[in-house]
């Protein structure tokens, strides 16, 4: 981080401190609004009509010790059968999109294209046409960790050739879908997939290779998202006009103090949790970032490896990975604290020994779970974004906050006008092109390895209740507020 950007940051520091009434700016008559699901934690239907199994659907039904109350997936909101009912809440709160993503093995069981699931198809095809009837853009994510178990009994990610299986099933949707769908992301939350999947193995599949599988995951994830963003641009932008990006996630980091070696480690931080994927997409000279591919090299030449673990691209792919994006897509909920720390020791292998940076949270933030509120944190992810990647025009695909499920969520609402407001900051004092938010999530659904026990709806839904009934929340009706004015509070200036 240079100089110019730290003195920036500590000044929208103490801006920051002081921030408590939303803004009272307009958003830009173009901006869009929109919220967020994914297909296996809303759909249901996890045998339904020759829908193929996912990794998901196996780890749940394996490991129901792993999830929160032995939780899964099976019927989650029912989405399958009630999609119609999620289209009324959307054109409810009038969302501009509504980003949802495919279950790959709904449309393609085997995972291949030697068979396709016309039911799987179908379901897509009426949820499309029923957003649009009502005005809503679908935007679609193809990959949203749900991979077909079928790829996992080959490997999963790690294995280079998922990247070409991905780029059929990629150019299978395009095919079917595109004429309809102007906005598509290919990989949601890499990280994520990466180092819970294939290095620690908490979550699905559950294959724990720390310091190897979750490097060689994202060779191959990038090298997927590479193959589908070039089909696109060949064989489908010229006459579906859409565009295509890939879904990172990441939180801001905050040097712990304002010595050089905080302020390292936070950068370095970055570089790591965001730059590993992004840096090869978004940064203009593509590749890893040099902090990890220089600290990864000598960490796995002390461990007595003959090369590093993580893979290297060639120049080739350098140039093939790198520009593969029509826009920056960002996930992100929260801001962790990073200190400086001693190099872990040379031992065990892993991602977070090769970052050696100590995170945390300070004790006075608000918030629940993981998330606290820090809307200074969003606004500086977004500087240090637009700065590192090239001002990049910037679109928010996931922020959102959780708690018990309450109807009356004071909480999520303030989330909402505290991270919208970090929005219009970095619009008109930063002069950034951030052109849409997209809330996370429409309705309470099934969290991953948290089960049931964290809700993030805009909705909530009865799980006890075989109808799934949804229910508005008051957050919802602030939320349709904010989209019908365009403004945060009762009344904006023009
Ligand atoms: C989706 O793509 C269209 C066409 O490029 C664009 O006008 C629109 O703003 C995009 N929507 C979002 C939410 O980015
Ligand atoms: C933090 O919590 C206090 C006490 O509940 C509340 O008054 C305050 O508004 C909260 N601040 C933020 C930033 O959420
Ligand atoms: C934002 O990005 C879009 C797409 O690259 C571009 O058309 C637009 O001019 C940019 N706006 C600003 C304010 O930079
Ligand atoms: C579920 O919905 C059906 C149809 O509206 C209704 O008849 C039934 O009573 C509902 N069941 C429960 C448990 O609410």
């Not at 303030?414 to 991270?419: F, G, I, R, S, V």
Request: with cysteine.
């Amino acid at each position: 981080m240079n100089v110019a950007v730290h003195i920036f940051n500590v000044l929208i520091f103490f801006l920051g401190e002081s921030l408590s009434e939303p803004s009272n700016k307009k958003f830009p008559e173009n901006f869009k609004f929109g919220v967020a699901t994914a297909a296996y934690q809303i759909e249901g239907g996890w045998a339904d009509d020759g829908k193929g199994v996912s990794v998901w659907d196996q780890f749940a039904h394996t490991y129901p010790d792993r999830v929160a109350n032995g939780d899964n997936g099976d019927v989650a909101c029912d989405s399958y059968h009630r999609y119609l009912e999620d289209v009324e809440m959307l054109a409810n709160m009038g969302v501009n999109h509504y980003r949802f993503s495919l279950s790959w093995p709904r449309i393609l069981p085997t995972g291949y294209t030697n068979q396709i699931n016309e039911a799987g198809v179908t379901y897509y095809k009426n949820l499309i046409s029923a957003l649009k009837e009502n005005g809503i853009e679908p935007f679609i994510t193809l990959y949203h960790g749900d991979l077909p178990q079928t790829l996992q009994d080959i490997g999963g990610w790690p294995n280079p050739l998922l990247a070409d299986i991905f780029a059929e099933f990629a150019r299978t949707a395009f095919s079917l879908f595109g004429d309809d769908v102007k906005n598509w992301t290919t990989i949601n939350e890499p990280k994520q997939t990466c180092i819970t999947g294939y290095g620690l193995g908490n979550s699905a599949p559950g294959a724990p290779a720390s310091g190897i599988g979750e490097y060689d995951c994202m060779h191959t994830l990038l090298r997927a998202h590479a193959k589908a963003y070039h089909i696109y641009d060949e064989e489908f932008r010229a006459t579906q006009n859409g565009r295509v990006s890939i879904v990172l996630d990441t939180a801001w980091f905050e040097p712990a103090s304002d010595s050089e070696d905080d302020i390292e480690a936070a950068e370095r931080a970055l570089q790591f949790e965001h730059g590993w994927c992004a840096h090869p997409v978004y940064h203009p000279d593509g590749n890893y970032p040099q902090v990890m591919i220089d600290r990864i090299a000598e960490r796995s030449q002390k461990e007595g490896f003959s090369k590093s673990r993580l893979p290297e691209f060639s120049a080739e792919e350098v140039d093939y990975i790198r520009g593969t994006f029509d826009f920056l897509s960002l996930n992100t909920y929260t801001t962790n604290l990073a200190k400086w720390t001693t190099d872990h020791e040379i031992g065990t292998p892993g991602y977070y020994a090769d970052l050696s940076v100590s995170t945390y949270q300070d004790p006075s933030w608000n918030g629940s779970a993981w998330i606290k509120v820090v809307p200074w944190g969003l606004r500086k992810l977004l500087n240090w974004i637009d700065q590192t990647y090239d001002h990049p025009e910037i679109v928010i695909t996931e922020n959102g906050y959780a708690d018990d499920g309450r109807l009356d969520d004071p909480d999520r609402i303030n989330y909402y006008a505290e991270y919208l407001t970090a929005v219009l900051e970095s619009i008109y004092e930063d002069g950034l092109n951030v052109t849409a938010y997209t809330a996370w999530s429409l309705m309470d659904n099934f969290e991953w390895t948290s089960g049931y026990t964290i809700k993030f709806g805009l909705y909530q839904v009865d799980f006890e209740n075989p109808n799934r009934t949804r229910t508005i929340k008051s957050s919802a009706d602030y939320y349709k507020n904010v989209i019908a004015n365009k403004c945060l509070v009762d009344t904006c200036e023009e």
